[in-house]
């Protein structure tokens, strides 16, 4: 089961170091109550801030930017993807200033400005104007 994705700067683009990314799922898990590897579209929905329907159309138009995969008609988001496009998006810009502490910085993913800005870069990836 390869994951789809037509977007050009999807998760598999950017690479996150493997402590992010497991910090990132256990939090995505814990504050979403996901026990599975896998997450449905409901529950990217709560996630992302967005529509069930909106990320249906941007899966079926090949604009959802992150990897995902079909069981039957169903898309399935691997947790694993789910947490390394976050941490992705979350990873300093070309421009940005450095942090001053040089270590891991965990991801803040129950507060409302980090949601915000996952809701944007999604929004902005499947080029959906708000």
């Excluded at 996150?16 to 590897?37: M, T």
């Excluded at 990217?44 to 990897?67: D, E, Q, V």
Aim: charged letters at 30%; aromatic letters at 4%.
């Amino acid at each position: 089961m390869e994951p789809q994705s037509n977007h050009p700067h999807d998760a598999s683009d950017l690479r996150p170091s493997d402590d992010a990314v497991e910090r990132a799922a256990r939090e995505l898990a814990k504050k979403f109550e996901i026990d599975s590897a896998f997450v449905k579209v409901g529950a990217l929905s709560r996630i992302l801030g967005l529509a069930a329907p909106t990320i249906y159309a941007a899966i079926k138009a090949g604009r959802f930017p992150i990897p995902h995969r079909k069981v039957g008609a169903t898309p399935l988001v691997k947790l694993e993807d789910l947490a390394r496009w976050y941490c992705a998006n979350e990873a300093p810009t070309a421009n940005a200033k450095p942090k001053p502490n040089t270590e891991a910085v965990k991801p803040r993913i129950a507060d409302a400005a980090a949601k915000a800005k996952l809701v944007a870069s999604v929004l902005r990836e499947m080029r959906v104007e708000d």
